[in-house]
């Protein structure tokens, strides 16, 4: 099986800009890819990242500077072999949240995340593409179902967890050991409660 | 097994009042409850709500003015039943997901919440008592290990989201077809793309 992962290497995490300058944002993509490559190489698959720049990571990496959508549909047109799809921020991944993405036997498997995008997929059926714009998840499951490939969908938090808004530091400091929970810590991010819900806080801002 | 759903019927979802008023937001809080019993009496189970006033459920009803973490806590004291406790919010519940949190074999199952929470609790350890302020989930783990209990975490997105922010709609909109959602685009909700992100917007706005 082919195990992609697209990275954008230009403008990584732009929403994140209210907290993390651009160098910060480079520096903390870079550890959540590092943390999903470790769990795809610790469970004996061989990521191909595919990165619209430059990207210093310890897996094959094929240069694209197209869009998310098109940069997977030509490998699934390339390919006759199942491929799987996860997204470089996925920090939560463990390997058996990723044991969950390969458990169902539909030929098109699919784990939502949050606010509607498609965080993994694992394809195996000749005629489904992807689109990865707007509700993608909603998107895929339709156009699974309309190319009649059988579908599942992987009821997973770590794998709904993208982590793009500042809300969501907050599960990396506390669901996650790796390379992207101790950048954040080393950057001085802490976990404090502000009207008795977690936050996360930098107190020695720059 | 008792199984608990502690529900807030003083000001229900006052993170919600953004987008809602504070009847709608008391119809809406019912609607997600009534999807939560369904499930549970669909799976079997005899649901006990503890509410803070009175509530129109199809499950009987315990008055109790106090918080959550006492609530719950005088029944873990009261009984050497095994108990579970389920949010009120979890709309996105289903007999798959619950059947999860009662797969493992641990004497207390923690379902993690977004933001630190905790959603859900299966508990069959006469020490272990609950403690809902703050990074709850941490805590629970916490006293789970420090009790001698041994302990299970459930890997769930529909678990680990309760819905109390306006954001949270989306996943309601996106994932379920029950009694929370009819509520919602009765009311006039309809998800839009805004940056090509999906959005809750409510166009025929009162």
Do not use: Q
Request: some cysteine.
């Amino acid at each position: 099986m082919r195990i992609l992962v697209p990275f954008d290497a230009r403008d990584p995490k732009s929403r994140l800009d209210p907290l993390l300058d651009r160098p910060e944002r480079v520096a903390f993509a870079d550890a959540m890819l590092e943390d999903v490559l470790d769990v795809l190489s610790g469970a004996g698959h061989d990521p191909e990242v595919h990165a619209t720049g430059p990207v210093d990571c310890g897996a094959p990496t094929t240069l694209d500077e197209r869009e998310l959508t098109p940069t997977v549909n030509s490998v699934l047109e390339a390919t006759d072999d199942p491929v799987a799809v996860l997204m470089a921020d996925l920090a939560l991944l463990t390997e058996e949240a990723l044991a969950r993405l390969f458990e169902p036997t539909a030929e098109v498997v699919l784990a939502p995340g949050l606010g509607g995008g498609t965080n993994a997929i694992r394809c195996r059926h000749p005629a489904f593409r992807v689109d990865y714009h707007g509700t993608s998840y909603r998107d895929h499951l339709e156009r699974a179902r309309s190319c009649g490939a059988s579908v599942a969908t992987v009821d997973s938090f770590r794998l709904s967890c993208d982590i793009d808004r500042p809300e969501d530091l907050t599960e990396v400091l506390l669901h996650t050991d790796g390379a992207a929970r101790a950048w954040l810590r080393d950057a001085g991010f802490e976990l404090h409660l502000r009207n008795d819900r977690p936050t996360v806080t930098r107190p020695s801002s720059r």
